[in-house]
């Protein structure tokens, strides 16, 4: 699966443009990274590679096919190849297990691995949250929840919003290493941030600085 954005712009007041002639490319399996500072375009970016917002002006090509010119039934199936995670955890009323399993259930209701849930909930020491409303988890944990939610989904391209932040040290190298086996699993993984990682600079396939809407570097 690739995707390519051609002359995008994009604007949310109809005057000033937050992006601005923007042409990238995710052609193969890799860590792709969106650097930045606030306000530099780099969310509004994320959701135009995720299908979420149509660009204003420019082309989102899904294997050199124009995805906002496809047929309602096509862009289901390409979405359905996708997740995106904001940077701002969004649970839904119920437990942090309800939560785990939700992206499963509504992907076509296919069945929920539980060994594989349960191999991340060891993997990540959550254990003693699975049970736990998810209007009790802290910062920390209902991020995870939402990484993990997206993860098991196994999706072809991931995006990821500020996925670190209210990570501890041990569960951001953790997950450093499981997004390096998605894209040894052939995906696709795009993620936005201002702090890179060591070990995210060492694995990054490509890095991508925006400024003002613009990219300056890649």
């Known amino acids: 699966m690739e995707i390519r954005l051609e002359n995008v712009w994009f604007t949310y007041d109809g005057s000033s443009y937050v992006l601005k002639n923007v042409n990238l490319e995710f052609a193969n399996p890799g860590l792709y990274i969106l650097m930045g500072p606030n306000g530099s375009g780099k969310t509004t970016l994320?959701?135009?590679?995720?299908?979420?917002?149509?660009?204003?002006?420019?082309?989102?090509l899904i294997d050199n096919a124009d995805f906002w010119?496809?047929?309602?039934?096509?862009?289901?199936?390409?979405?359905?190849?996708?997740a995106y995670?904001?940077?701002?955890?969004?649970?839904?009323?119920?437990?942090?297990?309800?939560n785990l399993e939700l992206g499963l259930k509504l992907r076509n209701n296919?069945?929920?691995?539980?060994?594989l849930i349960n191999n991340l909930v060891k993997r990540y020491m959550l254990e003693d949250l699975l049970s736990k409303p998810a209007s009790k988890l802290s910062s920390g944990q209902a991020k995870i929840i939402t990484i993990l939610r997206a993860l098991i989904l196994n999706p072809r391209i991931l995006a990821l919003d500020e996925p670190f932040t209210f990570l501890d040290n041990t569960r951001t190298?953790?997950?450093i290493q499981d997004l390096a086996k998605l894209v040894?699993?052939?995906?696709?993984?795009?993620?936005?941030?201002?702090?890179?990682?060591?070990?995210?600079?060492?694995?990054?396939?490509?890095?991508?600085?925006?400024?003002?809407?613009?990219?300056?570097?890649?």
């Open 69 to 82: 010119n496809m047929i309602e039934k096509d862009k289901q199936e390409v979405r359905s190849r996708i």
């Open 85 to 98: 995670v904001r940077d701002k955890p969004i649970l839904v009323r119920g437990t942090a297990r309800y």
């Open 173 to 175: 190298m953790l997950l």
């Open 110 to 115: 296919v069945e929920v691995d539980k060994s």
């Open 184 to 218: 040894d699993n052939g995906s696709i993984i795009i993620i936005a941030t201002h702090y890179m990682h060591r070990d995210l600079r060492t694995r990054a396939k490509q890095i991508t600085e925006l400024v003002n809407g613009e990219i300056i570097h890649t």
């Open 46 to 60: 994320l959701k135009i590679i995720s299908l979420l917002f149509k660009p204003t002006k420019g082309r989102v």
